[in-house]
Each structure stands twice: as structure tokens, then as C-alpha cells.
């Protein structure tokens, strides 16, 4: 909505993990070099988390999309199943055929016939599990024998966990201590700083076509930074809200009036101002303004149109 106002050429703060996005900020790039790292030297099992909205999802999709042609993957994105349906689905992305309702040692056999031949063709594989804290202890403990799986020489399995904070404490429980213990590469994601934030958000708009003057103010900047407490995808949540406020009140440039009306409709966010429901009225306020704003565009738009085939 608000795109064309700002000398934009497409959303800047879209909630999905684009990788067309990737900021390279100093944590990402330190994961990723130890992703790689941790693979290149063998590790068996490597864990990466952080908190909710730090980048995990995106940074899992570099890491796929960074592989070589040496790498098989079999990428989990939803790892809320049971150990036997977690074995058939990393076997169904490592395109082993195992026919209807096949026993889980079936499974596990056909599974590690499938790894020693990718590894005779000079393959590696990797399995990759995203929102890894959402695993029981039973798939962790089935993740762990099937890492088991190896030649004299390597492993033919390794295993990358991203996952929220939740992970570590699971994983420090007694009964997944021989897991634990198989984590050779750890890395926890940390949320953007004060300065991060600012480049964070310059960032996002030049790739989406901004080439102007700055869009946030300083004062804008610091309350962002405080709200989101640093989590680029909450960043992204009030940004966007802010622009669109901003847009609304025909503003070219958003101020502190803007963050805070966004700060205040964002359950999420940390804010010392009055609660939410004061300011909602204000707000709607503001996105009807928008929305009328981008109505009235369209209506003289299709007015001259209008005129021009008359």
C-alpha cells in the first residue's frame, strides 16, 4: 500500500524468510561460517538457536542453499512427528522407496543402504531440522541412533538442529545426555543492537528500492530498537506498521509518534507506554486514513482511465 508513496518497488518488512533479505549482520555470518565449518570437519550432530524471530528459518535456508553439489539434504521443516514417521520422512527426502507400512527396521536398513551408496558416489549427507525444540525425546533419541550410522572412516549422517531456547534446556535433561554429548558445533543466535537495528532496517529498504533520505528518525531508531528488543522479526512487525501509519498521515519520514502508536498495537513488543487498548482507537484511526489515502489513489486513477477510453 504504502510502496509507491516511500519510492519502493516491493514490501520491505515481509514476514517470510526471503533470502533476497539476508542482512549481514555479525551473528548470521558467524553462524553460517560455523555451519559450514562444523560440516566440512564431520560433526555428527550441530545445534544453532535462538529466540523467536532471530533468523533461524533463514538462516537454515543459506545453509541449503550454500551446499555443494557434494551435499545431499534432507530438509524437516516440521518436526512434530514421532520417531517412526520421522525415519520415513528423512528417507522420503533421501528418495529411498520403502512401500506401504514398512517396519521401522526396514526403514533403518533401507536408510543406511541408501547412505553408503550416496557416500560410494562421493556424496555427504546432511538432515536438517528446523524448529527442532519441537521434537520428543523419543525422535531426539531416534535422530541419535540413526547418527550411528558410519564407515570406518566418517559419518554417514550428519545432523543440524535449529531451535529456540527450549532445545538447550531439553537437551540438558539426563535422559538425552549421550545427545548432548554428540554436539561437536553450537551456536546461539544473539538479537541486533542498537546499531544493528538502524543498519538492519537500511538495509531491508534498499534492497526493497529506497535510494532517498532516511525513513526513520533517531528517536524513531531507539524506540525500535527498545520495542523489538533487537528481534529482526518483530523489527519487522513495527516497521511496517510505522510505515503504514506514516503513509496514512502523509508523512515522508516516520517519527516517534509512529513507532509508538505500532509499539502499542503489538502485543509482542516491550512498551512503557499507557496499555494497548488506549491507543488502538488512535491507530485505526490512522491505517482507515491509509487505507482511504490508497482508495482515493485508485478511484482518480480509474477516473482518468475512465476518461481517456471515453
Avoid at 61 to 73: A, C, F, G, K, P
Avoid at 85 to 93: G, V
Avoid at 215 to 241: D, E, M, Q, T, Y
Wanted: glycine share 8%.
Amino acid at each position: 500500500m504504502y510502496e509507491q508513496h516511500f519510492g519502493l518497488h516491493q514490501p520491505p518488512f515481509a514476514l517470510t524468510p526471503d533470502t533476497g533479505f539476508f542482512f549481514r549482520n555479525e551473528a548470521h555470518v558467524e553462524a553460517l561460517e560455523v555451519l559450514r565449518l562444523a560440516l566440512a570437519q564431520g560433526a555428527g550432530f550441530i545445534k544453532v538457536s535462538g529466540e523467536v524471530g532471530t533468523g533461524k528459518t533463514l538462516l537454515c535456508r543459506l545453509l541449503l542453499n550454500s551446499l555443494d553439489e557434494n551435499w545431499v539434504t534432507a530438509w524437516v521443516p516440521n518436526p512434530h512427528l514421532d520417531p517412526d514417521t520421522l525415519r520415513r520422512a528423512i528417507a522420503d527426502e533421501l528418495r529411498v522407496s520403502l512401500g506401504p507400512n514398512p517396519r521401522q527396521h526396514t526403514v533403518v536398513k533401507k536408510l543406511q543402504e541408501r547412505l553408503i551408496e550416496l557416500a560410494g558416489e562421493g556424496k555427504r549427507v546432511a538432515v536438517i531440522i528446523d524448529e527442532a525444540q519441537a521434537l520428543s525425546n523419543a525422535s531426539l533419541e531416534a535422530l541419535r541412533l540413526l547418527s550411528n550410522l558410519e564407515t570406518e572412516t566418517r559419518k554417514l549422517l550428519h545432523v543440524v538442529l535449529f531451535g529456540q531456547p527450549e532445545l538447550d534446556a531439553r537437551l540438558a535433561q539426563p535422559q538425552l545426555r549421550q545427545l548432548q554429548q554428540r554436539i561437536g558445533f553450537a551456536y546461539v543466535l544473539r538479537p541486533l543492537d542498537a546499531e544493528g537495528v538502524a543498519l538492519y532496517l537500511q538495509h531491508r529498504l534498499a534492497v526493497a528500492g529506497h535510494n532517498g533520505r532516511p525513513l526513520f528518525g533517531p528517536v524513531a531508531l531507539r524506540r525500535l530498537h527498545h520495542a523489538s528488543r533487537g528481534i529482526p522479526r518483530l523489527l519487522n512487525v513495527l516497521a511496517h506498521k510505522a510505515l503504514l501509519l506514516a503513509y496514512g498521515r502523509g508523512l515522508r519520514e516516520v517519527g516517534a509518534a509512529e513507532v509508538e502508536l505500532a509499539v502499542r498495537d503489538t502485543e509482542s513488543a516491550s512498551s512503557l507506554s499507557p496499555p494497548w487498548w488506549r491507543a488502538r482507537p488512535m491507530l485505526w484511526a490512522a491505517l482507515a486514513a491509509a487505507l482511504l489515502l490508497g482508495l482515493t489513489a485508485a478511484g482518480w486513477g480509474w477516473a482518468a482511465w475512465a476518461g481517456g477510453r471515453a
